[in-house]
């Protein structure tokens, strides 16, 4: 079974802080997302990557950064944390390279709130 | 960009009955895909059905169905004999434009 694996389930940050987010992924899948959850907007793409060292912006980038130094590891970095960015995060993998149609695989998302 | 609607924030059914899910969407590619995941209480995202646009036969998996209409742009998820484990957010998510879009979300709660 693929696993995706979030670093921590629950994170408290102040205002201004850096933060990362690091998603690990045991299948040797190419392809690698973040997600924000926020009731009544369903999820949103802010990062993904198809490839190691290769990023791109989703619909929401503002405020975010990722980096990828590995093929299972995909980081979501909050420069300066702000309250608006107060949300459930999902990170997801799926197996190809490229934009290719397969099953995206999640982790168990993790509930950060902005102080 | 693509949109996707789905038009009940909320729903409940008794345990055993079917339950059909709706989803409208708008895309300008003529070839996609479609997938329903579903989102169980404080458990992982998991994929529940898919559909490749090109196909006219509708995707089935065990008690799940999907009723898709290309013209209409709308795919709706069927469960029948609905158990009370599919108590969860469903999404609906066509992939176009090299990314998967999500709707609002369906919440569903089986009733014993």
């Not at chain 2, 709706?22 to 997938?35: P, V």
Request: charged share 20%; proline share 4%.
């Amino acid at each position: 079974d693929v696993k995706v694996t979030q670093s921590s389930r629950y994170l408290v940050k102040r205002t201004g802080e850096k933060v990362f987010l690091e998603c690990v992924q045991d299948m040797d899948h190419e392809n690698m997302f973040w997600y924000r959850q926020d009731p009544g907007l369903g999820l949103r793409l802010i990062y993904f990557s198809y490839d190691v060292k290769m990023k791109e912006k989703g619909d929401i980038p503002e405020g975010y950064s990722v980096s990828r130094e590995k093929k299972e590891r995909f980081s979501l970095i909050l420069e300066s944390a702000s309250t608006n960015q107060t949300s459930m995060y999902l990170c997801a993998s799926s197996l190809g390279a490229g934009p290719v149609v397969d099953t995206q695989y999640f982790g168990p998302g993790t509930r950060l709130t902005v102080l | 960009a693509q949109t996707v609607t789905q038009s009940q924030p909320e729903m409940s059914v008794q345990e055993a009955e079917t339950v059909t899910l709706s989803c409208t969407y708008d895309t300008s590619e003529s070839n996609y895909y479609l997938f329903w995941y579903k989102q169980p209480p404080s458990r992982q995202m998991i994929l529940v059905i898919r559909q490749e646009a090109y196909k006219q036969q509708n995707a089935t998996e065990n008690r799940f169905s999907v009723n898709f209409q290309k013209a209409a742009k709308s795919f709706s998820l069927k469960i029948s004999d609905s158990q009370l484990g599919d108590t969860a957010m469903y999404f609906c998510a066509p992939f176009g434009n090299e990314k998967l879009t999500f709707g609002t979300g369906t919440r569903l709660t089986i009733i014993p």
